[in-house]
T-cell receptor, first 112, second 114 residues
């Protein structure tokens, strides 16, 4: 079965500090894409960052970066210089073909 | 550029009623998807359409039907709504048929079945 596990239901961080959200997944496939999506209270799903499984280099998007460990099937998200606007649910997901599987999410609160 | 548009945004049904959720995208994407999101869970795939004229079941298809009306539109129908179908429904689209690199999501439909 292809599953995604986010072991931290809730996290908090002080504004301007760094936080890391964990994600592990299970698949027997070798080619897939990994994603982090953000869902603020508006309910909109917003792509934060994505990673191709065949690339060893970790993806980076401004203050967001990932630590992709393919052998360990781990895909964590690091948010640097946290901002109040980063407060949201964060979902880890991976996609094989047309099948995208999501984790249960981590609720992140950035405190002033 | 509207992206992915879903209607309605909110709906309340009684058990046994039917309804259709509408979704349209203006990005000329080939693939479209319907997901549901329940409290404490991530999104789960109901059905998808890899290209115009094709549809396939996802992880949780029971109780739903879909229609890919044309390249732009992909509807989700509940023939006889049940309380277990109370959820937030998201439509999404992507531009590539084989190596789908990311999904663009609509703003969701909050459905309550009483």
């Amino acid at each position: 079965a292809q599953t995604v596990t986010q072991s931290q239901p809730e996290m908090s961080v002080q504004e301007a500090e760094t936080v890391t959200l964990s994600c592990t997944y299970d698949t027997s496939e070798s080619n897939y894409y990994l994603f982090w999506y953000k869902q603020p209270p508006s309910r909109q799903m917003i792509l934060v960052i994505r990673q191709e499984a065949y690339k060893q280099q970790n993806a980076t998007e401004n203050r967001f970066s990932v630590n992709f460990q393919k052998a360990a099937k781990s895909f964590s998200l690091k948010i640097s210089d946290s901002q109040l606007g980063d407060t949201a649910m964060y979902f880890c997901a991976f996609m094989i073909g047309h099948d995208m599987r999501f984790g249960a999410g981590t609720r992140l609160t950035v405190k002033p | 550029n509207a992206g992915v548009t879903q209607t309605p945004k909110f709906q309340v049904l009684k058990t046994g009623q039917s309804m259709t959720l509408q979704c349209a995208q203006d990005m000329n994407h080939n693939s479209m998807y319907w997901y549901r999101q329940d409290p404490g869970m991530g999104l789960r795939l109901i059905y998808y359409s890899a290209s115009e004229g094709t549809t396939d079941k996802g992880e949780v298809p029971n109780g739903y039907n879909v229609s890919r009306l044309n390249k732009r539109e992909f509807s989700l129908r509940l023939e006889s709504a049940a309380p277990s179908q109370t959820s937030v429904y998201f439509c999404a689209s992507s531009g590539r048929t084989v190596h789908n690199e990311k999904l663009f999501f609509g703003s969701g439909t909050q459905l309550s079945v009483l």
